[in-house]
C-alpha cells in the first residue's frame, strides 16, 4: 500500500474489485456514485472488474457527474470520473458457462423434477448435487484462471496505491491476493446480515429454527421438520469441508504459482473472518428492520441498508413505457386516460420461461384481472376509495423464453389474455430499456412479482411496492420468507413446490396482496420500509461514510505512531450488539 499524504495533498483514494455480474456489481455502482457525489469529500474512485460492467461504470460516472453539477455550483474540486481497470482473465459468468458446469445444473434441474422433495432420500440426493453444483459456483475458474486474476488484482494494486479497497466477498481471486499481501480492506456485500451472522446465533439456532437454504421450509422450522433440517445442513458442511475435492486442488495449484498464498473464498468469510484480516468490516446492503430475527449481529457487520444505484426515468430511456404506466388503458373520450395500476412481473434473466410455466403464471394474471374488473364495475367497488378498487390493473410483464415456443396469437398464453393484450392492457415483453429501478420509481407500480433474487427484494422494498415473491433456488425462498414476515407481500409458490408457479395459487395471493382485506395493511408497511431503506440517503450512502471513515482511521493510527509504521489494529473485543425479539417472529409492524 502506499504511503499517506499528512496533511493530505490529494483526494482520498478507494479502489473496488468486484464480479461483473450485476448481483454482486451493483452495490458497488451505487457506492461508487456516492463516493463521487458525497457534498464534502473529495474522492476519487478506481473500478477493477471485467468487460461487461464497463458500460455500466460509463453511465453511473454520468448520472454521478449530472448531480456533481447540480449539487456544486461552485466546487473545490474538479468532478473525477471512477477510472476503471479491466482484470486479466475470465469472468464468474464467462466461467460458469463451461460445458461441465452447465451440464451438471441441466442434471440437477432434472433430478429435482423427477424426484419428490419431501422424500428424505430425494432430498439428500439433491442436497449433496446442489452443494457440489454451489461450491462450484462460488469458485468456478480452473488454476490457472485464478492465478492470472490473482496476480492482476496485486498489480493493479501496486499501481494504483489506494487508501482503502472495499472487496466483493464472492470474488474469490481479489480476496486471496488482498490476504497475501496483508492489504487494508473492507468487504462490501450485497448479502444479508444473515449470510454472515448464522454461525455466530446463540444455542444451535443456525442449525434448528433458520431453514436450510434451499428448501421452502418454513419460519421458524416447523417442529416436524427439524431433524430434516438439523441432518441437511450438516450434510452440507460435511461435502464443503471434507468432500470438496475441486477446492483442494485449486488451492494446491494457487499456492505453487502465488507465492504461497492460502485460497480464500465466500465460505472462509463466513465462517473464521477474524484469520483473514484483523478488524474486517463487512458492509451489507440490508438492515435489521428488513432481516429475519436474529438474537445476535456481530460487531463487524455493519448493516447499511439497500445500496441502489441510480438510473435515468422511464421519460428519458422509453417516452412511450412513461405515458403506458400512466394510464394505458384509453377512454372513448380522446386525450384522457383512466387512472391504472401496474402489476410489474419480472423474475430476472436467469429464469427462462417454458410454455407451462408461463401459462400458469398468466393463468394467475387471469383471476387477478378478473376480481379487479369485478370490483371495478361494483357500486361498493367504485365507493371504496381507501382500497382504491375503482382503479384498473394492468400488466408488464418481462419475459424470458426458453427456445421451443413463441407467443404468436395461436398461443395458449394469448387464449388466456388475447383479450388484454390486443388492448395493451397487458404487455409481454423480452426486454425493457428501462432500468428495473426506474419502473419501480414512476410512481405507477402497484405490485412486483419478482424470483426472490436479492436485488429485486430490496429494490423493491426501497420503492415501497408489495410483492409477490416466486422463489425457486437458493436464497431466494429466504426473500420470500422475509416478505411474509415482514407483512408486505407473500410467497407465492409455497403449494407449487418445485415449479415457479400454479395458476390458481398465484391468482388467490395477487388477489389478496392487491385487493384483500389485508391490502392496506401490505401497501402500508411496504410505505414504512422504503421510509426507513431512505433514511440517511440510504445504504449507499451510508457504506461510503463507512469506507471514508476507514481511511481516516487508519490516516490517524499513522499520524500516532512514532515509528512511522502502522500498528496492528486489535480485534474488537466488544459484545456484539444483541437484538431481542420477544417471541422470535415480527408483527409486520415497522
Not at 464534502?40 to 453511473?60: C, G, L, M, N, R
Not at 473464498?265 to 473472518?273: E, F, H, K, R
Not at 419501480?440 to 420503492?463: I, K, M, P, Q, R
Not at 413446490?497 to 401490505?522: A, F, H, K, M, N
Request: aromatic fraction near 8%; proline fraction near 6%; hydrophobic fraction near 40%.
Amino acid at each position: 500500500m502506499g504511503s499517506i499524504d499528512c496533511p493530505r495533498s490529494r483526494p482520498k483514494r478507494v479502489l473496488m474489485f468486484t464480479n461483473s455480474e450485476h448481483g454482486q456489481a451493483n452495490v458497488y455502482l451505487a457506492t461508487s456514485y456516492a463516493l463521487l457525489t458525497l457534498p464534502d469529500e473529495d474522492v476519487e474512485v478506481h473500478f477493477a472488474s471485467f468487460d461487461p460492467i464497463q458500460k455500466f461504470v460509463t453511465t453511473t460516472t454520468e448520472h454521478a457527474q449530472d448531480e456533481y453539477q447540480k449539487s456544486h455550483p461552485q466546487p473545490q474540486h474538479p468532478f473525477r470520473p471512477i477510472n476503471f481497470h479491466k482484470l486479466a482473465g475470465i469472468s464468474m459468468v464467462a466461467a460458469w458457462e463451461t460445458p461441465e458446469v452447465l451440464n451438471e445444473q441441466a442434471s440437477l434441474n432434472y433430478l429435482e423434477a423427477s424426484q419428490k422433495w419431501w422424500t428424505m432420500r430425494s432430498q439428500v440426493a439433491s442436497i449433496m448435487r446442489r452443494m457440489h453444483l454451489l461450491l462450484r459456483v462460488i469458485l468456478p475458474w480452473s488454476g490457472p484462471e485464478f492465478v492470472d486474476i490473482f496476480w492482476s488484482v496485486i498489480d493493479i494494486v501496486q499501481n494504483v496505491q489506494p487508501d482503502m479497497i472495499a472487496v466483493d466477498p464472492a470474488f474469490a481471486p481479489a480476496l486471496t491476493a488482498l490476504r497475501h499481501i496483508d492489504a487494508k480492506f473492507v468487504v462490501l456485500a450485497p448479502n444479508t446480515i444473515k449470510d454472515f451472522a448464522m454461525p455466530l446465533q446463540p444455542n444451535g439456532e443456525a442449525l434448528w429454527k433458520y431453514p436450510v437454504t434451499g428448501k421452502p421450509y418454513a419460519y421458524p422450522v416447523p417442529g416436524h421438520q427439524i431433524v430434516n433440517n438439523v441432518f441437511l445442513i450438516l450434510l452440507a458442511i460435511l461435502i464443503s469441508f471434507f468432500f470438496d475435492h475441486r477446492r483442494k486442488a485449486i488451492q494446491e495449484y494457487v499456492r505453487l504459482h502465488s507465492d504461497g498464498a492460502k485460497l480464500t473464498t465466500l465460505n472462509d468469510l463466513s465462517l473464521t473472518p477474524h484469520l483473514i484480516s484483523r478488524n474486517l468490516k463487512f458492509l451489507v446492503a440490508n438492515t435489521k428492520e428488513i432481516e429475519f430475527p436474529l438474537r445476535l449481529i456481530p460487531g463487524h457487520i455493519i448493516p447499511c441498508g439497500p445500496m441502489i444505484r441510480p438510473a435515468k426515468a422511464v421519460g428519458e430511456v422509453d417516452p412511450d413505457l412513461e405515458s403506458w404506466l400512466r394510464g394505458a388503458v384509453k377512454t372513448e373520450e380522446v386525450g384522457r386516460r383512466e387512472q391504472v395500476g401496474t402489476v410489474y412481473v419480472n423474475l430476472g434473466t436467469h429464469m427462462r420461461f417454458d410454455e407451462a410455466s408461463a401459462v400458469e403464471l398468466a393463468r394467475g394474471l387471469r383471476i387477478l384481472l378478473d376480481h379487479a374488473d369485478a370490483m371495478a364495475d361494483s357500486v361498493e367497488g367504485k365507493l371504496n376509495e381507501e382500497k382504491k378498487s375503482g382503479r384498473k390493473l394492468q400488466v408488464l410483464w418481462k419475459l424470458s423464453r426458453q427456445p421451443g415456443w413463441e407467443m404468436g396469437p395461436e398461443s395458449k398464453i394469448y387464449e388466456i389474455l388475447g383479450k388484454e393484450m390486443d388492448e395493451d392492457r397487458i404487455r409481454i415483453v423480452d426486454w425493457i430499456e428501462a432500468e428495473p429501478t426506474a419502473v419501480l420509481d414512476s410512481g405507477e407500480v402497484v405490485c412486483v412479482v419478482h424470483h426472490g433474487g436479492a436485488n429485486s427484494f430490496l429494490e423493491t422494498c426501497c420503492a415501497g411496492i408489495p410483492q409477490v415473491v416466486l422463489p425457486v433456488w437458493m436464497d431466494t425462498f429466504d426473500f420470500a420468507r422475509r416478505a411474509e414476515i415482514l407483512n408486505i407481500g407473500r410467497w407465492g409458490n409455497q403449494i407449487a413446490v418445485g415449479r415457479i408457479c400454479e395458476g390458481t395459487e398465484l391468482g388467490l395471493i395477487l388477489v389478496d396482496v392487491l385487493l384483500g382485506p389485508r391490502s392496506s395493511l401490505y401497501a402500508e408497511n411496504a410505505r414504512k420500509i422504503a421510509g426507513i431503506c431512505r433514511e440517511g440517503g440510504g445504504g449507499r450512502v451510508k457504506a461510503a461514510r463507512h469506507i471514508l471513515a476507514e481511511i481516516a482511521a487508519g490516516e490517524e493510527m499513522h499520524q500516532n505512531d512514532t515509528e512511522g509504521q502502522v500498528e496492528d489494529i486489535k480485534v474488537d473485543e466488544k459484545e456484539p450488539l444483541l437484538i431481542e425479539h420477544t417471541n422470535g417472529r415480527t408483527n409486520g409492524q415497522c
